[in-house]
């Protein structure tokens, strides 16, 4: 059995365009699906995948170890950078996909099988809109709690949400109060019984980033997400010793090197690797492997198209540490016309069980995703009030 093609497909879907990568063989009906999505980087992506594919045409596609290992280590440049690992990762998804075709089983049978019998989900407020997912001012406090209050009707018991606001590297008391309005009202909206968390995307210093972290420890959070950017990997872990909030990080993060790093600071209680950027299921798969030996969750980073999701979830079937499913659920409205999925989700507590179909146990309507081409992302820019340039 050989590797005779690597195509992509991009599917335009408002706030990133999705990257499918499909890896097909000479045998009749067996190919594979992965994803390769890294938002306003489409191209950068696209290439890097016909450049790793002279590598693999010709190769047997079930020598999933050995040709991961060509991709990451051939190029001179080893694949830890953000568009190499995404380009790695979509075409590692699609080769498990075939692997699990091959025996007839779905992908978390490979790994052991299932160590759980369903997975949570959780949404984001707005379901994916960002300008419903951003704490703004003192009056977005009361949109919050609607917000909340909707994600429970529609059955979640976990959202997460932007309650911290854009900051300077220092400011005053303003943005930390925003930030305590807009956590408080989600709060009393849900009440204790909901799991919340707030995901500050990296945006502050990491003094400001201490700083929300303490004011919000009193509500409980389920988890405060990127208090500062991964650079500062010792801050965040100060920080993970200071409050009593379990922090999460990990979704910037690429490879096991960066993920060891992370874990003998002791810097998080949940990781969040992205599994389309960290360099696919196989180095997850590794990544869980020394999160297990420190006891540390898992929550893959998931915002992505419908086989991330598809591929996270088999990895949760399989996986000890891992504790939550990210979902975006009504980022478009489209969403499940372009894809045919093995798993089932219970509205009641959004839940999720296990997957029955060999693979990842999806399929892509590649009529339907010629519905949504390519278009250039809208460039999110983010600015202070003094004119200087933030983090997005």
């Not at 045409?57 to 290992?69: F, K, M, V």
């Not at 190029?75 to 953000?82: D, K, L, V, Y």
């Not at 060891?260 to 492997?289: F, M, N, W």
């Not at 219970?346 to 995703?369: A, F, H, Y």
Request: hydrophobic share 40%; aromatic share 10%; charged share 25%.
């Amino acid at each position: 059995m050989k590797i005779t093609a690597i195509q992509t497909l991009v599917c335009h879907a408002r706030m990133r365009n999705w990257v499918f990568v499909k890896v097909l063989t000479d045998q009749d009906g067996l190919w594979g699906w992965g994803e390769a999505t890294l938002e306003w980087h489409t191209r950068s992506v696209i290439g890097a995948i016909e450049d790793l594919s002279h590598l693999l045409i010709g190769q047997d596609p079930t020598r999933i170890e050995h040709l991961w290992q060509i991709m990451y280590r051939q190029h001179f440049w080893h694949g830890n950078g953000a568009i190499r690992g995404t380009a790695i990762s979509g075409i590692d998804l699609a080769l498990w996909d075939i692997a699990g075709k091959i025996h007839g089983v779905p992908c978390h049978k490979l790994w052991g099988g299932p160590v759980r019998d369903y997975v949570r989900l959780y949404c984001h407020l707005g379901g994916g809109k960002m300008e419903d997912f951003y704490c703004t001012s003192p009056a977005d406090a009361a949109r919050f709690g609607d917000l909340a209050k909707k994600a429970v009707e529609e059955g979640f018991t976990a959202f997460k949400s932007m309650a911290v606001p854009e900051t300077m590297p220092l400011e005053g008391l303003q943005p930390i109060r925003y930030a305590e309005a807009c956590v408080r009202a989600m709060r009393e909206a849900v009440g204790d019984g909901i799991d919340i968390m707030v995901d500050c995307h990296a945006r502050p210093s990491p003094r400001m980033g201490m700083l929300f972290a303490k004011a919000l420890e009193s509500y409980n959070l389920y988890w405060f997400e990127e208090p500062c950017w991964p650079e500062v990997m010792d801050d965040i872990a100060l920080i993970q010793r200071s409050v009593k909030t379990p922090i999460a990080t990990g979704e910037r993060l690429v490879g096991i090197h960066a993920f060891r790093d992370l874990l003998e600071k002791r810097a998080a209680s949940v990781i969040q690797p992205d599994i389309t950027h960290c360099g696919g299921l196989s180095e997850a798969r590794r990544i869980a492997a020394m999160a297990e030996a420190y006891r540390v969750a898992m929550a893959p980073h998931n915002p992505q198209g419908p086989v991330s999701t598809a591929a996270s979830l088999e990895f949760g079937f399989a996986t000890p540490s891992y504790i939550i499913c990210e979902t975006v659920h009504s980022d478009v409205p489209w969403r499940q016309d372009v894809v045919r999925e093995g798993f089932t989700v219970e509205k009641s507590g959004r839940i999720v069980r296990p997957n029955t179909r060999p693979g990842l146990g999806i399929e892509i309507d590649e009529k339907e995703v010629a519905k949504h081409p390519f278009q250039q992302e809208i460039v999110q820019r983010t600015f202070y009030k003094d004119g200087s340039a933030g983090d997005w």
